[in-house]
């Protein structure tokens, strides 16, 4: 069962850059695509992107698209968000997920999830 534990999270400004993190415990992350969400305070989990097993194949929400990027190194069991152009809609705990198989947008087709890391990005 592998255990996901993110990381780079923070407060920042608008136009400002983060990149998040996402290790995993065990040396077959690469078994698993990749995805991740994010949830604002009193709105529900959304998808923000996910990432196929060898990073071939990649998805993301329309509200990041052109500003972040996920990728992974498989090398590090690492997972990776790359959030440029931050919003202040971008607010929310950004979680990582793993699931065997594909990717998927749905956060119930994940079995494996981290705890979080904050992002505030304010104006």
């Known amino acids: 069962q592998v255990q996901l534990v993110e990381s780079g999270g923070g407060l920042v400004q608008a136009g400002d850059s983060l990149r998040l993190s996402c290790a995993a415990s065990e040396s077959t992350f690469s078994n698993y695509a990749m995805g991740w969400f994010r949830q604002a305070p009193g709105k529900e989990r959304e998808f923000v992107a996910a990432?196929?097993?060898?990073?071939?194949?990649?998805n993301y929400a329309d509200s990041v698209k052109g500003r972040f990027t996920i990728y992974r190194d498989n090398a590090k069991n690492t997972g990776y968000l790359q959030m440029n152009s931050l919003k202040q809609e971008d607010t929310a705990v950004y979680l990582c997920?793993?699931?065997?198989?594909?990717?998927?947008?749905?956060?119930?087709?994940?079995?494996?999830w981290g705890r979080g890391t904050q992002v505030t990005v304010s104006s």
């Open positions: 990432i196929s097993r060898r990073g071939g194949s990649t």
């Open positions: 997920a793993a699931r065997n198989f594909g990717t998927s947008m749905s956060s119930d087709r994940y079995a494996y």
